[in-house]
C-alpha cells in the first residue's frame, strides 16, 4: 500500500481548517476537530503548524499569493475597457471569487473581530485593488481607497459569500442573481469611476 505524501496529508489539513472555520468560526474550531476531519492525528498539525493561528495565516497566506499571481500579464492591454467588457471582468473575478467562497467568509468573520487575524481582510483588499488598479495605494487619494474598498471590495465580497443564502431566503434563481447584481454593480460602483479620474 502506497503511503500518502506529507504534502497530501497538509493539503487535507488545509483543507479540512478552511471548510470548520468557515462554518463554524475561527474560535470555535478545535484543532482536534481539524484533525478529526483531515484523518490525521492531531501531532502531524503541530508538526505543519506551530498553533491554530499559524494554520489560518497559512491560508490567509496562500490566497493572498494566489491573488497576486493573477496579475495582469505586462504584455495585455491597460486602456479602459468598454461596458460589455467590464461586465465580463466583474463576473470572472466573482466566479474566481467563488471558488474562494471559504476562505472569504472567514475573512469576513475574522474582520469583525479584535483578535489577531482581524486586520486580514484589508491586506487582503489593499492587494487586490492595488493589482486591479496597476499602481500602488499611493497613486491615489484616500477616499478614493475609501470608495473602492466599501463600494467596489466589500461589495463584491458580500454578494459572494452571501448570494447562496439571500437565493434560498428568496427563492430566487443563482445566475438571475448574478446578473442583477452586475446591473447594480456597474451602475452604482463603475459611473462614480470618473470622479478620481
Known amino acids: 500500500m502506497a503511503r500518502k505524501s506529507s504534502g497530501d496529508s497538509k493539503a487535507r489539513i488545509l483543507e479540512a481548517a478552511e471548510a470548520l ?7 470555535a474550531t478545535s484543532v ?7 484523518g490525521v492525528n492531531k501531532a502531524l498539525i503541530y508538526y505543519y503548524f506551530k498553533d491554530k493561528n499559524a494554520l489560518i495565516q497559512s491560508l490567509f497566506e496562500a490566497f493572498l499569493q494566489e491573488v497576486m499571481d493573477k496579475v495582469r500579464p505586462e504584455g495585455e492591454p491597460r486602456g479602459r475597457p468598454g461596458p460589455d467588457q467590464i461586465r ?3 463576473a470572472a473575478e466573482i466566479q474566481r471569487m467563488e471558488s ?7 475573512m469576513l468573520m475574522e474582520a469583525f473581530k479584535h483578535g489577531e487575524h482581524s486586520d486580514f481582510l484589508f491586506t ?4 487586490a485593488m492595488r493589482h486591479a488598479q496597476q499602481g500602488d495605494e499611493n497613486s491615489h ?8 474598498f ?9 454578494f459572494v459569500t452571501l448570494k447562496d443564502k439571500w437565493c434560498r431566503h428568496f427563492s430566487c434563481d443563482p445566475d438571475a442573481a448574478l446578473d442583477h447584481f452586475l446591473d447594480v454593480f456597474i451602475t452604482t ?3 462614480h469611476h470618473d470622479e478620481f479620474d
Open 21 to 27: 472555520f468557515a462554518e463554524h468560526g475561527f474560535s
Open 32 to 38: 482536534d476537530a481539524v484533525a478529526k476531519k483531515a
Open 88 to 90: 465580463s471582468i466583474i
Open 100 to 106: 474562494k467562497k471559504q476562505l472569504l467568509s472567514i
Open 124 to 127: 487582503f483588499a489593499k492587494t
Open 141 to 148: 487619494s484616500a477616499r478614493y481607497w475609501l470608495f473602492e
Open 150 to 158: 466599501f463600494t467596489g471590495f466589500l461589495a463584491s465580497l458580500t
Open 189 to 191: 460602483h463603475f459611473q
